[in-house]
T-cell receptor, first 114, second 115 residues
């Protein structure tokens, strides 16, 4: 079964600094990978997704992620943090091809320090 | 284009009562998913529908839980004889699946508190 590991439940970053959120996955087949963001009292919003095309994926709000098969990783980055980036971020994996249920990591709560 | 909507947004109930939640997906989306999210955790898959057919149920979905999507549009999730452990955020997502993988769009969730 597929699974995702996100380490470090809380991540603090200074405004203007690099945001780096790590995601490692486990899947028995080539995976589909997603990053979602959740603001307080809201549902999940898709940031970006990897579906076996380009390994470097660009998403909304200046975020991007790189799929590295050899490292089974899909880390999320943003060059310069903004106060509005404060939210919870979830990495998720799907095996696709009829098995589209998402398996989520535990999430990273990002705090942006002015 | 309206997004996924869920009602109610909040529900407080006493242990042993039954509750029902509703999800209205994005129109024309043929798949509908239910997830449960507890505090400090990521969402966990419960079940999903393709049109009106329920294709998969998680082992998390005990006999007290039932979901329907009678006409392939909106869906309901019912919990019978609620327990305190059922307290969580229940999330609904929908997608348009044309084969391969699909992108799921989430609603705002229904927060259930069982006293």
């Amino acid at each position: 079964a597929q699974s995702v590991t996100q380490l470090g439940s809380h991540v603090s970053v200074s405004e203007g600094a690099l945001v780096l959120l790590r995601c490692n996955y486990s899947s028995s087949v080539p995976p589909y990978l997603f990053w979602y963001v959740q603001y307080p009292n809201q549902g999940l919003q898709l940031l970006l997704k990897y579906t076996s095309a380009a390994t470097l994926v660009k998403g909304i709000n200046g975020f991007e992620a790189e799929f590295k098969k050899s490292e089974t990783s899909f880390h999320l980055t943003k060059p310069s943090a903004h106060m509005s980036d404060a939210a919870e971020y979830f990495c998720a994996v799907s095996e696709g091809y009829g098995n589209n249920r998402l398996a989520f990591g535990k999430g990273n709560q990002v705090v942006v320090i002015p | 284009d309206t997004g996924v909507s869920q009602n109610p947004r909040h529900k407080i109930t006493k242990r042993g009562q039954n509750v029902t939640f509703r999800c209205d997906p994005i129109s024309e989306h043929n798949r509908l998913y239910w997830y449960r999210q507890t505090l400090g955790q990521g969402p966990e898959f419960l079940t999903y529908f393709q049109n009106e057919a329920q294709l998969e149920k998680s082992r998390l979905l005990s006999d007290r839980f039932s979901a329907e999507r009678p006409k392939g549009s909106f869906s309901t999730l019912e919990i019978q004889r609620t327990e305190q452990g059922d307290s969580a955020m229940y999330l609904c997502a929908s997608s348009l699946n044309r084969g391969g993988t699909d992108t799921q769009y989430f609603g705002p969730g229904t927060r259930l508190t069982v006293l």
